[in-house]
């Protein structure tokens, strides 16, 4: 989706707003993290409840092929089988529980450092906020997603948050928006990129 990536060209930083079931979801998280060559891609994958294999495997099938290093940082226990079929991750670990901020924190940074020393393009999928606000309250998460985002513009990279906007109230939606660069809101298909 070239058109999306040209809109949010210099943001370092997307808030993704929507609903955690929704359809597009998936191809629109992909499209976000550029797959134009994904060959010579990093991704990061930090997530609370998705299998790892699972979104690789949605990558390979949007972008074509695998990118060039896939690593995902799990934050909480997946839903499904671990055992299951799929395209694995170059390389796998776990925090020791979804509220270990700043395990997250120190792993994202040193992962993406690597990447950075190498030259390597670096992109992160950060799923989701609205998993985080189960174990934090939204102060914590906002420290953290402060330094997270501060952390991307650092070493490079790009990355997206997911956020299920109806799952909290508008206050704490407008709260966290002031941390991004940039805002893509998905409804029903539709697509809207809002720069800050």
């Known amino acids: 989706m070239t058109d999306l990536n ?10 993704f707003l929507t609903p ?9 998280c992909v499209d976000l993290l550029s797959p134009s060559n994904p060959g010579s891609t990093n991704v990061l994958w930090v997530t609370f409840t998705e299998l790892p294999q699972d979104r690789l495997g949605i990558w390979i099938d ?3 092929g695998r990118p060039s290093t896939a690593h995902v940082i799990a934050a909480g226990e997946p839903a499904g089988s671990p055992d299951s079929d799929g395209p694995r991750p170059d390389s796998m670990e776990r925090v ?9 924190s120190i792993r994202v940074s040193e992962v993406l450092s690597e ?4 030259g390597s393009r670096s992109v992160v ?12 309250d939204v102060e914590t998460a906002y420290e953290f997603l402060h330094v997270l985002t501060g952390r991307l513009h650092a070493f490079g990279a790009t990355g997206h948050f997911h956020l299920d906007p109806g799952a909290h109230s508008d206050m704490t939606v ?17 697509i809207t990129v809002r720069r800050q």
């Open 6 to 15: 040209e809109s949010l060209d210099g943001a370092s930083s997307v808030l």
């Open 115 to 118: 990447w950075n020393e190498a």
């Open 62 to 64: 949007r972008a074509g």
């Open 20 to 28: 955690s079931i929704a359809d597009g979801t998936d191809d629109t």
């Open 174 to 190: 407008a709260r966290i928006q002031t941390l991004f660069d940039a805002m893509v809101e998905s409804d029903e298909g539709d």
């Open 125 to 136: 999928c950060f799923d989701s906020i609205t998993a985080l606000l189960q174990y934090v």
């Open 96 to 104: 020791g529980t979804p509220s270990d901020l700043t395990g997250i």
